[in-house]
Nanobody
Framework: QVQLVESGGGSVQAGGSLRLSCAAS????????MAWYRQAPGKQRELVAS???????NYADSVKDRFTISRDNTKNTVYLEMNSLKSEDTAVYYC??????????WGRGTQVTVSS
């Protein structure tokens, strides 16, 4: 079974940077795309960024120009580079991988805390 493991979360000051990693137990090329979601306390899980198998990327308006999603197919790893972090970026960040017509896979999440 496919497993996704996030890492790289932590606590930073506003304006700082973090890089999250999502390591997959299998080939990420087997998915149509992968994504990062986040969920703040009391809020719905929100799509942050996605990358398709073809390399196309999309971002939530709230993070565009600050976050960058990328992948290393040889390492079966997807990254989320987060710059200019704001307090509202505080959330648990989850890795997601999807395939058409199938339910997606989820990681367990990694906490990102941004203090003012």
């Amino acid at each position: 079974q496919v497993q996704l493991v996030e890492s790289g979360g932590g606590s930073v000051q506003a304006g700082g940077s973090l890089r999250l990693s999502c390591a997959a137990s299998g080939s990420i090329l087997s998915f149509n795309g992968m994504a990062w979601y986040r969920q703040a306390p009391g809020k719905q899980r929100e799509l942050v960024a996605s990358i398709t198998s073809g390399g196309s990327t999309n971002y939530a308006d709230s993070v565009k120009d600050r976050f960058t999603i990328s992948r290393d197919n040889t390492k079966n790893t997807v990254y989320l580079e987060m710059n200019s972090l704001k307090s509202e970026d505080t959330a648990v960040y989850y890795c997601n991988a999807w395939r058409r017509f199938l339910q997606p896979y989820w990681g367990r999440g990694t906490q990102v805390t941004v203090s003012s």
